[in-house]
């Protein structure tokens, strides 16, 4: 989609494998991930939470806001603030990430 100024925004179902592994601990394993593609970004994995360790979750106060995709939510684990995020009421053009976690550090494969 095109966006103000140059900006684009891509999302696309993947059916890559993603692992989040923090300390030794799977925080999140899918192989369905929504792969969001944004200029000046690097490729951002959102995860179903059926897929996400959410017990090992802990909502934070911090949130961001961007202008193409609404207002995030963070999450932290331990040893780890905000490592998590997600976007519980996107614009609606990025609609298929809501709910879904992003996390900083993931693995591919």
Same mark, same amino acid.
């Given at each position: 989609?095109?966006? #103000?100024?140059?900006?684009? +925004?891509? +999302?696309?179902?993947?059916?890559?494998?993603?692992?989040?592994?923090?300390?030794?601990? &799977?925080?999140?394993?899918?192989?369905?991930?929504?792969?969001?593609?944004? @200029?000046?970004?690097?490729?951002?994995?959102?995860?179903?939470?059926?897929?996400?360790?959410?017990?090992?979750? #802990?909502?934070?106060? @911090?949130? #961001?806001?961007?202008?193409?995709?609404?207002?995030?939510?963070?999450?932290?684990?331990?040893?780890?603030?905000?490592?998590?995020?997600?976007?519980?009421?996107?614009?609606?053009? &990025?609609?298929? +990430?809501?709910?879904?976690?992003?996390?900083?550090? @993931?693995?591919?494969?």
């Amino acid at each position: 989609m095109d966006m #103000t100024s140059g900006h684009r +925004i891509s +999302i696309e179902q993947g059916s890559q494998r993603v692992r989040v592994v923090k300390d030794g601990q &799977v925080l999140a394993e899918s192989t369905r991930p929504v792969v969001l593609r944004e @200029t000046g970004c690097p490729v951002r994995y959102y995860l179903p939470p059926e897929d996400v360790r959410v017990d090992l979750l #802990t909502r934070s106060q @911090t949130s #961001t806001h961007c202008p193409f995709k609404g207002d995030a939510a963070y999450w932290s684990v331990a040893g780890a603030d905000d490592l998590v995020w997600a976007y519980p009421d996107p614009k609606p053009e &990025v609609a298929e +990430i809501k709910d879904h976690f992003c996390f900083y550090d @993931t693995e591919l494969g």
